[in-house]
């Protein structure tokens, strides 16, 4: 990986808050915790989240974390229904 990509890379997950901190006494298995994660990132970053309320980024990790209490595993299937609920996809 070159300098310029490995500083983008940095850039782009400068402003990614981890969904664990909205999982408040949530308990999933380490590879659900990966999975929401990347579903959390991935909406984040398509709704470019940065710049708004903790608010936003709550609904969004609430409703990542109903999904998977609900048996959903797939982080490509959580985004597109969280996106889905957002009326943009």
Do not use: W, Y
């Not at 402003?15 to 915790?33: C, G, M, S, T, Y």
């Not at 609904?59 to 943009?88: C, F, H, N, W, Y």
Request: include cysteine.
């Amino acid at each position: 990986m070159t300098a310029e990509r490995s500083m983008g890379a940095l850039k782009s997950k400068e402003h990614v808050v981890p969904i664990r901190q909205f999982l408040k006494e949530a308990v999933f298995d380490p590879e659900i915790n990966s999975i929401m994660s990347t579903a959390f990132e991935d909406v984040c970053k398509t709704l470019d989240v940065s710049g708004r309320s903790d608010v936003t980024k709550e609904m969004i990790a609430t409703r990542i974390i109903q999904l998977a209490r609900s048996g959903e595993a797939d982080p490509i299937v959580l985004r597109k229904k969280v996106l889905s609920e957002l009326g943009l996809s």
